[in-house]
């Protein structure tokens, strides 16, 4: 079904800012489809490592990202979704720093961007999706009903990416976080493949300040505010 015959609210925005949560929750909410857009270049960067392509090899990645047998496995309660690759959970292999640094450089290239489209866009069926990426609502969504763009500062974002690494018993320097965090915002708004950008009428909500309930609430408030309503 076309992206343009079912309702989808597309949230976009830098590494930290609580996107995928709010994402999670709103489609939840909703009772709509989740695509977490961000998780499709991640799992591009471990097949990549499991089956020994280069990052700098264009052509092999764009055949692996249009192949690679992935799916999501979403859950009731609006948490992380399971991610399989190659009939494996791999959810908490993909949310390594590594793994991380890695999908942001193969997002880079045109090539594998191009692979990805189709495979995203096919998210988009009935009752509704809520798309979490970077350009979710400049590129994949177009034409997307509602469009959020989600930001924080770079050192509350370190500071969020922090917390989660301590609490999982490793060992890391925030002032280390905030320089990757800066980097890889630099190369994700400086790529020549859909920058990181807001899209023209995208709202911008700055979650620096805000709980999650916070905003979630207002990402509800602005989808409402179209005619968009959960499934009863």
């Known amino acids: ?16 800012s ?17 695509l977490d ?11 990549a490592k499991r089956h020994g392509v280069e990052l700098d090899n264009v052509e092999s990645l764009a055949v692996l990202a249009a192949h690679m047998d992935i799916s999501f496995h979403m859950n009731k309660e609006g948490s992380q979704p399971k991610v ?11 949310r390594s720093e590594e793994v991380g640094s890695n999908a942001s450089k193969v997002a880079a290239l045109p090539e594998v961007r191009s692979a990805l489209l189709q495979r995203q866009r096919a998210f988009a069926v009935a009752p509704g999706l809520v798309a979490d990426g970077r350009d979710m609502g400049t590129v994949v969504f177009p034409d997307a009903d509602a469009k959020i763009f989600l930001t924080a500062s770079p050192e509350e974002r ?27 915002d630099e190369r994700d708004m400086n790529r020549k493949a859909s920058p990181l950008v807001p899209a023209t009428n995208a709202v911008v909500l700055d979650s620096s300040e805000m709980s999650i309930d916070e905003v979630l609430n207002s990402g509800l408030e602005i989808v409402e505010k179209i005619g968009i309503q959960p499934r009863q």
């Open 84 to 94: 399989m690759l190659e009939g494996e959970d791999v959810s908490s292999l993909i």
């Open 37 to 47: 857009s961000g998780a499709l270049y991640r799992l591009l960067a471990l097949a």
């Open 18 to 34: 609580g996107k995928g949560t709010v994402c999670q929750l709103m489609a939840t909410k909703l009772g709509f489809h989740y």
């Open 1 to 16: 079904m076309s992206e343009k015959r079912v309702p989808i609210v597309t949230i976009d925005g830098p590494s930290g």
């Open 158 to 184: 370190a500071e969020r990416r922090y917390k989660q690494l301590i609490d999982k018993g490793e060992s890391v320097s925030l002032a280390a976080l905030v320089e990757q965090v800066r980097k890889r």
